[in-house]
């Protein structure tokens, strides 16, 4: 079980926006005992059913009603499926079930990428190969099938892409991405000099 999340792992686990994620600290929604913020921002694990919820809830609840079912839950030890609040009952165990789900499945996602000083450099890549993590998820990004996805990785098999996906999106690459230098499809170079190109008429 992870303790801690960082605020991407957090969007990923409560199925929503790492803006979101945010908001629920900026707009004082979430109970300081779910979080930090003094140098990183990070969420225990218990908090992503009730950022769920407040979401996902928005349509039936009002802001108040449902941050006052976020401080009556947060209270309450164990972590109660049930919240009573005079004539108003809240059932959260669907949100629970489905963060269990998705926590286990970025457990998953993170054992299945090693990082090794002797595989290309530390390159973050896929456990028993030499395919980097962040490659395959950028191609499922780029909305190119899984059946080619393994064709081009052929030590891969189909839930190691959508681990691959998961990963990524709970670990987002820093910094700029690289810009691509490959010129388009049938270009020429005319000029080496001023690095002119034309593509055939």
Known sequence: MIESLTPSEAAVVAGVSVRDVHRMIDEHILPEALYTATQTRSFKSQACALISFYF???????SEERQRTITLASESTPEPQTIQDEFLTIDLTSFHKEVEERLERLLAAQEIVVSDPEILSGTPVIRGTRVPVYDVAASVSAGIPVGRIL??????KQKQVELAALYVEANPQRGRPRQKTSLPPNAKVISRRTGTISKPQ
């Open 56 to 62: 996902r809830a928005a349509n039936r609840l009002t």
């Open 151 to 156: 064709a081009a990785y052929p030590s891969l």
